[in-house]
């Protein structure tokens, strides 16, 4: 199961919120130990103009294909 959250300061140190339903689906109790596995979430914004399309409109084209 995967969740987002947002990490936190906590005095020097970080740290996440588990959400709720994941605690209750998983059965997890205070003080067990979980393994977790962490990714920045990427604003797709950031990515404007960093890749080069030799023709753009055409692959705009090819997506926009069965929107209809």
């Known amino acids: 199961m995967q969740a987002k959250s947002k ?3 906590w005095g020097n140190s970080y740290g996440v919120i588990v959400p709720k ?3 209750e689906k998983e059965g997890l109790k205070e003080g ?3 393994e977790i596995s962490v990714r920045r979430m ?3 914004g950031r990515l404007f103009g960093r890749y ?3 023709n ?3 692959q705009k084209d090819a997506m926009r294909k069965g929107w209809h």
Request: no cysteine; glycine share 0%.
């Open 7 to 9: 990490l936190k300061r």
């Open 21 to 23: 339903e994941m605690v």
């Open 32 to 34: 067990e130990t979980v």
């Open 42 to 44: 990427t604003d797709v």
């Open 52 to 54: 080069r399309f030799k």
């Open 56 to 58: 753009l409109q055409a």
